[in-house]
């Protein structure tokens, strides 16, 4: 589990680790600020959507609900998708889902609608490019692969930054109604961002026509399974899973509740915002840093410790957080909560591509956030029920860091077991291999023995050759003189040497092997 899984990619094609490789990087920092960003910048919008339908603020908070669960549980589909069709069609399809969706709900009448407009298909569309996105850059890199998602980690703070004081902007210029419109249009930027998805392409073979190459390649590629539930079969990916499903019951908390805690301790609305802020600033710098950090040659091939270490400082913070008195400590957390949440984000996907490789990626990516999305689901909300029986915060923070202190401890000693058996498994292996030689050295030693009676046999016909030549060749030389004699020998014996050496060679093909 530890190591990383080296392989050239499908069809064989070794990621270029550059060239077009950048631009897909970039549409895949756009994508995945849309995807994290997009369900808490709506939430600028929650106070005329509570007017205007006469709602609760806990009806509204539904809409970033359904648009998280959106994202996550739909992994398996999206893995289905893209195995069938492709990373390309799938995002393409995928912007024009979420860009209709938002544009949908600029026209709802009811809270209902705008469930299922923005939470279920503006949030399918985000889940048919994320997840697609991800894929298409773990096949354009490989030795720059921790640089590559550090940096593209880094689009869900810097879209957060932006967006969401683009929403409130909107929603004082054009009313909620408007801001929907507009949003969806900024969402088409997903299918450009599709676009630039292009597939890697193996270099064809100029000696080949091109119809008998097609014919080969056809017969060559087994069916590719659209999900690959083999990955369960893998211990490491075993342990990540629970590890993350863990991690994500509290990973989410505090930056749901830090600011409702410091307006408990008496600090203004707009002072207890900044502290998101804050948290969004270091965290723009954390991920490109972690990247860099992870693509060392000496940190890489332990890359798995260095998510737990994360995981873990992660957790500290949240629990010495939670002893947080005044607004100066709130700081303080939001500072070092930003720098491992950063490094929590830049490292979660590189270690399961780490793991699983590049062929199961895709079934692997899919099935993972399928199970966060469950975690997600419980999280938050099992968090706001302690707080609403405690009245508490301390409680909340506690919570958070233990759990995410129990996900890093789980990956920590069951990827250290895991290390710890894998060297045995190919010895293991050796054994068994050094168990067959011997049925396969006997059945070699059969057939050299046979081999060597073959050999024998056309010998012993050679030596009888000469006994019975023997008299037919006295005849001849009583007549001879003694000149022809010494020549017709020597030609004969010459003739008789070269005859034996291309017998050997054509009764004997195993020796040309």
Same mark, same amino acid.
């Given at each position: 589990m530890g190591g990383v899984a080296l392989d050239d990619g499908p069809s064989g094609v070794k990621a270029p680790d550059g060239g077009w490789g950048w631009a897909v990087l970039f549409g895949c920092f756009v994508i995945t600020g849309f995807s994290y960003a997009f369900p808490k910048a709506v939430s600028v919008f929650f106070k005329e959507l509570i007017r205007e339908f006469d709602v609760g603020y806990s009806d509204t908070a539904w809409i970033s609900s359904i648009l998280l669960a959106m994202l996550y549980g739909t992994g398996p589909i999206c893995s289905v998708l893209v195995n069938r069709f492709g990373c390309r069609p799938v995002m393409m399809v995928g912007g024009l889902f979420a860009s209709l969706g938002m544009i949908l709900a600029s026209f709802s009448t009811s809270i209902i609608h705008i469930y299922l407009s923005t939470g279920v298909i503006t949030g399918l569309g985000l889940a048919l490019n994320f997840q697609p996105s991800l894929i298409m850059l773990n096949r354009y890199f490989s030795e720059k692969r921790p640089l590559a998602n550090g940096l593209a980690a880094a689009g869900s703070p810097v879209a957060l930054c932006c967006l969401s004081p683009l929403g409130q902007v909107l929603q004082h210029a054009y009313g909620w109604r408007g801001g929907f419109l507009i949003l969806g249009g900024i969402l088409l930027n997903c299918c450009a961002c599709g676009a630039l998805m292009r597939p890697l392409v193996?270099?064809?073979?100029?000696?080949?026509?091109?119809?008998?190459?097609?014919?080969?390649?056809?017969?060559?590629?087994?069916?590719?399974?659209? !999900?690959?539930?083999?990955?369960?079969?893998?211990?490491?990916?075993?342990?990540?899973?629970?590890?993350?499903?863990?991690?994500? &019951? +509290?990973?989410?908390?505090?930056?749901?509740?830090?600011?409702?805690?410091?307006?408990?301790? +008496?600090?203004? #609305?707009?002072?207890?915002? !900044?502290? &998101?802020?804050? &948290?969004?600033?270091? #965290?723009?710098?954390?991920?490109?840093?972690?990247?860099?950090?992870? +693509? !060392?040659?000496?940190?890489r091939p332990r890359c798995v410790y260095f998510f737990s270490i994360a995981m873990l400082f992660n957790g500290i913070a949240d629990i010495v957080g939670s002893f947080s008195k005044d607004y100066n400590s709130l700081v303080v957390f939001c500072i070092f909560f930003g720098i491992s949440y950063g490094m929590v984000g830049a490292l979660q996907f590189e270690v399961l591509m780490a793991i699983v490789g590049t062929e199961k990626f895709p079934s692997a990516i899919g099935l993972v956030l399928l199970m966060e999305a469950i975690a997600v689901l419980v999280g938050p909300p099992s968090a706001g029920r302690l707080l609403d029986a405690t009245k508490v915060y301390m409680y909340v923070f506690l919570l958070a860091g233990c759990e995410v202190c129990?996900?890093?401890?789980? $990956?920590?000693?069951?990827?250290?077991?895991? &290390?710890?058996?894998?060297?045995?498994?190919?010895?293991? +292996?050796?054994?068994?291999? $050094?168990?067959?030689?011997?049925?396969?050295n006997s059945k070699a030693i059969e057939g050299t023995e046979k081999g060597k009676e073959e050999q024998e046999e056309p010998d012993k016909e050679r030596e009888k050759e000469p006994e019975e030549k023997e008299p037919e060749e006295k005849q001849p030389e009583e007549k001879q003189p003694e000149s022809a004699k010494v020549d017709s020998a020597e030609v004969e014996t010459f003739l008789k040497d070269g005859k034996e050496e291309n017998g050997d060679v054509v009764a004997n093909p195993e020796t040309c092997l």
């Open positions: 193996p270099p064809k073979k100029v000696e080949e026509p091109e119809g008998q190459a097609k014919v080969i390649e056809e017969k060559k590629k087994p069916k590719a399974k659209l !999900l690959d539930f083999s990955v369960f079969k893998d211990r490491g990916f075993l342990i990540y899973t629970i590890a993350a499903s863990i991690m994500v &019951l +509290g990973l989410f908390v505090p930056p749901v509740f830090v600011v409702s805690y410091a307006k408990e301790l +008496g600090n203004e #609305d707009t002072k207890s915002a !900044l502290l &998101l802020t804050i &948290l969004g600033f270091i #965290d723009i710098f954390a991920r490109p840093t972690c990247g860099i950090i992870a +693509g !060392l040659k000496w940190v129990l996900s890093s401890i789980v $990956l920590a000693t069951g990827n250290f077991f895991c &290390l710890k058996k894998k060297p045995q498994e190919p010895a293991m +292996g050796e054994m068994e291999l $050094l168990n067959k030689p011997p049925e396969e």
